[in-house]
Nanobody, 125 residues
Framework: QVQLVESGGGLVQPGGSLKLSCAASGRFFSINGMGWFRQAPGKERESVAA???????NYADSVKGRFTISRDNAKNTVYLQMNSLKPEDTAVYYC???????????????????WGQGTQVTVSS
């Protein structure tokens, strides 16, 4: 089982910045990829940014040039630096982590995704 703990959300004025963190803990062989999603009231959850084990990143068009995803492999932590925040960035932000797990006596590899609890980001003047 893997648990993700998010932090860094809060209230910020338009044009301000926040940095979100998501730390993974538990028992797993490796982290395959980490990403951030967000969900605003009345809207569907959408992908914001992702980073895979090789270091490649993906961003939603709406955040390109403003958000940066990064990771600290030693700490099993993913970050989302959010700059030039806009009111439309207001949402609950969730991290997602895909891990690989092996069990003793079995060559089978299990791939599972886990969600963080969510952290509220509010951009308002």
């Amino acid at each position: 089982q893997v648990q993700l703990v998010e932090s860094g959300g809060g209230l910020v004025q338009p044009g301000g910045s926040l940095k979100l963190s998501c730390a993974a803990s538990g028992r797993f062989f490796s982290i395959n990829g980490m990403g951030w999603f967000r969900q605003a009231p009345g809207k569907e959850r959408e992908s914001v940014a992702a980073i895979i084990s090789g270091g490649s990143t993906n961003y939603a068009d709406s955040v390109k040039g403003r958000f940066t995803i990064s990771r600290d492999n030693a700490k099993n932590t993913v970050y989302l630096q959010m700059n030039s925040l806009k009111p439309e960035d207001t949402a609950v932000y969730y991290c997602n982590v895909e891990v690989s797990t092996y069990y003793s006596g079995s060559p089978r590899r299990f791939e599972n995704s886990y969600w963080g609890q969510g952290t509220q980001v509010t951009v308002s003047s």
